[in-house]
């Protein structure tokens, strides 16, 4: 379901097509087990893979904020289209969630 592009400073996960109730425990476990390996200091969800999200995918990842928060650990979205940051902005997760774009992306992870 998912990519780890790099497992260095940064863990870089894409998901790809869906986030929804079908995969969401799926999802919420994998980045929860990444959230919880000792050499990940941040997650980094890119969304350049993921073609929509229902309310159950949104509740993995705000599962997952919580988790990297009480770990003390970095957890940020990128590559949001802008079709996806609606929802987010809609929910005010946006408020909540680090949403980096592109540029971002690249100078975290270099």
């Excluded at 476990?29 to 941040?42: G, P, S």
């Excluded at 809609?90 to 992306?105: K, N, P, S």
């Amino acid at each position: 379901m998912q990519a780890v592009l790099s497992q260095t400073k940064f863990t870089t996960v894409a998901p790809q097509g869906n986030l929804n109730a079908a995969n969401a425990l799926e999802i919420e476990r994998d980045l929860t087990t990444m959230l919880r390996h000792e050499d990940t200091q941040a997650l980094l969800v890119s969304f350049q893979d993921v073609e929509s999200f229902d309310s159950a995918g949104l509740m993995a990842l705000v599962s997952s904020l919580k988790l990297a928060q009480a770990l003390n650990k970095r957890f940020s979205l990128c590559s949001v289209s802008s079709a996806q940051r609606i929802i987010f902005e809609l929910t005010q997760l946006d408020r909540v969630f680090e949403i980096l774009d592109l540029e971002a992306e690249i100078a975290i992870l270099d």
